[in-house]
């Protein structure tokens, strides 16, 4: 406690991010559901070009190794960076609406998804008008919910680990749930979706996406029906940019128009230059993104396989990670053995799923590793 505090400083209790180690590259690191593969190519390559903007050279002929040797050259190229971006993230956005096909004026750019989240608490949901959740889902909501006083009421969850939908049906106030949810790996179908929309044709219904790009339906495609749907996704999952901080979201006009007056009394200028170029070659390089979403989906399989030969249990998985149990073994002792063995995973202390493990998928390689480390730690225990 600082005297400096104010009340609300001193009585938050902020998000717990997993365990960023200093040097990534010396842990089996499958804590905080990033991708395992690197972006596509054509992002870095964005990025140099972005750099390179205002010269007249040619990034490609330039190479590192004149960038490593010329002063003058190393001033000239990133003189773009003086200058503010573009507000709107125009270049992004456009990508975003060719893909999705969707209009400008549907389409709204955070500097991660985690921003617009919280764009949303201050837009949509205050003291008098409560929002909710299921219990079991991103710890974020609460921490937003608290700071920004929004009361949010936690919908228990129903035979473990599924959201309770006749639960939120039957209650008031806005509602935010991610599709497939986390950390419970689990979907809603969106038929599921569309009662909960039609429940609350006068409050907003945020539908985090941040995993729907390994199962379950978007509800992007509800978009025309329903003016009370805010869509959010991000970039830093399937499409490997969590370094970079990109994240959108889709819905009506007047919703985004909600998100762009508090980003305007926030920060004018929520991603930077090169987050913007990144973000726009990354949603247009289908081909690669559909690739390593490909390869994650197989090892998904492979190691949900393998876990369960060893005794886990866990739900179908509709995400980039599983959420695993074992009947004769504690959760956090496993988590603990494997952080001796320099392999992160997640482990949550908290009520109904402190016997859990959340597993991101890694590579192949990474998983056979994990796998033969729990077959020791399990045999030990
Ligand atoms: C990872 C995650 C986010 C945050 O994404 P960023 O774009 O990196 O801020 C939001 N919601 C859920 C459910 C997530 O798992």
């Given at each position: 406690m600082s005297r400096f505090w104010n009340t609300k400083t001193r009585q938050i209790e902020p998000y717990v991010a997993g365990e960023q180690p200093g040097n990534p590259s010396e842990w089996i690191k499958l804590n905080t559901n990033e991708n395992p593969y690197p972006p596509s190519p054509a992002v870095t390559e964005a990025i140099m070009n972005e750099l390179y903007a205002g010269t007249d050279m040619d990034s490609e002929k330039v190479g590192n190794r004149v960038l490593k040797v010329s002063n003058t050259v190393l001033r000239e190229v990133?003189?773009?960076?003086r200058f503010y971006p573009n507000p709107d993230a125009d270049d992004f956005l456009e990508a975003i609406c060719e893909r999705f096909s969707l209009r400008r004026e549907q389409v709204f750019a955070g500097n991660g998804s985690d921003e617009i989240l919280a764009f949303s608490f201050i837009a949509f949901w205050d003291r008098d008008r409560p929002v909710m959740a299921p219990a079991?889902?991103?710890?974020f909501y609460p921490v937003y919910a608290d700071i920004f006083d929004i009361p949010l009421k936690r919908v228990p969850m129903t035979n473990g680990l599924e959201v309770d939908v006749d639960g939120i049906i039957s209650g008031d106030g806005g509602v935010v749930i991610a599709n497939p949810n986390a950390p419970t790996s689990v979907a809603l179908t969106l038929h599921d979706i569309r009662r909960i929309l039609d429940s609350r044709r006068n409050e907003v219904v945020l539908v985090d996406e941040a995993y729907i790009d390994y199962g379950g339906e978007s509800a992007i495609t509800l978009l025309p029906e329903y003016e009370n749907l805010l869509v959010v996704r991000t970039l830093s999952k399937s499409y490997s940019l969590a370094g970079m901080r990109v994240g959108f979201a889709a819905g009506s006009p007047e919703l985004i128009e909600g998100l762009r007056r508090v980003r305007d009394s926030f920060n004018s200028y929520p991603l930077d230059r090169l987050a913007i170029a990144a973000g726009a070659a990354a949603i247009r390089d289908i081909d690669y993104f559909e690739e390593s979403r490909e390869m994650v989906l197989s090892t998904r399989a492979r190691t949900a396989a393998e876990l369960c030969s060893l005794g886990f249990r866990m739900p179908d998985s509709s995400t980039n990670f599983l959420f695993v149990t074992h009947p004769d073994h504690a959760a956090k002792d496993i988590f603990m053995h494997l952080r001796e063995r320099k392999m992160l995973v997640r482990y949550f202390n908290k009520p109904d799923i402190d016997n859990y493990l959340r597993i991101t998928i890694g590579t192949d390689k990474e998983m056979d590793l994990l796998v033969s480390a729990l077959k020791e730690i399990l045999a030990e225990e």
């Open positions: 990133g003189d773009v960076l079991v889902s991103y710890s």
